[in-house]
C-alpha cells in the first residue's frame, strides 16, 4: 500500500507530539509542523534520535495565512498529496491562576474535557439552536455567532447572554471549530472530517493538571486517522466513543 502523509498542526509538544510520534510509529510520513521554526526542529529531532526517520519539520502559524500557503506549497512539491490533517494546535486564551483552576476542577472534574461541548457552556438558547441546525448550517452564521460573543464579551455580557463566563474565548472558539468541521464533512463527502475530545490530558494547556498522560491522549486522534473504514465524517467522539456534538 501507498504510504500515507500526515500533516500535524501544533506538533511540537503536548498532544501534538505524541500524535506525531505514534504516526510515525504506524508507518505514516509526518509533517510535524510547528509556529516555532526551534521548538518544531527540536522535537522532529528527539523523534528521529528514538528511530522515527519519516518525520519532517515545517513552520505553520494556523493564523497566519502566509504560512498555511507556504505548507501547502511544501506539501504540494514534497509529497503530490495529503491523507491525513490533524488540526491540533490551539492556545488557551486566556490567562488563568492556577490554584483557580485546580478549585474549579476540584468542583468538578469532568469540566475540561467538556468544554469542547457546546451544551455544557453556552444556555443562549438562540446560539444553540444555530448550531444544532446542521442543514441550515453556513460560514456566514458561525461568523453571526463569532460576532454575537465577541460583542458580548467587549461590552461585559457573558453571563447575561447565556455564555460560560470563564475560559468562553477557548470554549466558544471550539465549540466553532466543531461546527466548521461538521460544515467541512457537508461540503466534501469525499474526505472524512471527524472531532475528537482527547480526554483531560496532563500538557501545559491545563498546567499538567489533567488526568491522563498525553500518550493515552493522542490514542483516539490516531486510531481514528489511520483508520481506513469510511463512516465516520460529521460525527464527535469523546476520545474513542461517539458522542453528542
Ligand atoms: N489538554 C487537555 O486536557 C485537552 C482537552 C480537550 C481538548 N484538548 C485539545 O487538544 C489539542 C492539544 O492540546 P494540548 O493540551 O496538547 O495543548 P498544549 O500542550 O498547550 O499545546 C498546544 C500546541 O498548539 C500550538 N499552537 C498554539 N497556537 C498556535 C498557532 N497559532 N499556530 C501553530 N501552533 C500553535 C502550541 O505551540 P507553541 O509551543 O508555539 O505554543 C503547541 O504546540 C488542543 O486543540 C486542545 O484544545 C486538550
Redesign the pocket.
Known amino acids: 500500500m501507498e504510504t500515507r502523509v500526515a500533516v500535524v ?9 505524541e500524535i506525531c510520534r505514534q504516526l510515525a510509529s504506524n508507518g505514516i510520513l509526518v509533517v510535524l ?4 521554526e526551534e ?1 518544531g526542529c527540536q522535537a522532529v529531532k528527539a523523534l528521529h534520535q528514538s528511530g522515527l526517520s519519516g518525520v519532517t519539520f515545517h513552520q ?5 495565512r502566509s504560512s498555511i500557503l507556504l505548507l501547502v506549497e511544501f506539501v504540494r512539491t514534497k509529497f503530490g498529496k495529503l491523507d491525513i490533517l490533524v488540526n ?5 486564551g486566556t490567562t488563568i491562576d492556577p490554584e483557580r483552576l485546580s478549585e474549579l476542577l476540584k468542583q468538578d472534574p469532568k469540566a ?2 467538556q ?2 461541548y457546546f451544551p455544557q457552556f453556552i444556555s443562549n438558547e438562540g446560539v444553540i439552536k444555530v448550531l444544532s441546525d446542521i442543514d441550515n448550517l453556513s460560514d456566514e452564521k458561525l461568523k453571526d455567532v463569532s460576532g454575537m460573543f465577541l460583542k458580548d464579551f467587549k461590552d461585559g455580557n457573558l453571563e447575561a447572554n447565556g455564555w460560560q463566563p470563564v475560559t468562553s474565548a ?1 470554549a466558544v472558539s ?1 465549540t466553532l471549530v466543531n461546527a466548521y468541521s461538521r460544515l467541512l464533512a457537508k461540503k466534501h463527502p469525499l474526505l472524512e472530517v471527524c472531532c475528537v ?10 498546567y499538567g493538571m ?1 488526568l491522563i498522560s ?1 500518550e493515552e ?1 493522542a490514542k483516539a486522534p490516531v486510531r481514528l486517522a489511520l483508520q481506513e473504514l469510511r463512516g465516520h465524517s460529521c460525527l464527535y467522539f469523546e476520545q474513542c466513543e461517539i458522542a453528542e456534538f
Open positions: 498542526t501544533g506538533g511540537n509538544r503536548g498532544v501534538g507530539l509542523t510547528a509556529r516555532d521548538k505553520l502559524d494556523v493564523i497566519d491540533n494546535a490551539a492556545i488557551g475540561s474535557s468544554l469542547d477557548y471550539k475530545n482527547p480526554g483531560f490530558v496532563k500538557t501545559d494547556m491545563n489533567g498525553a491522549g
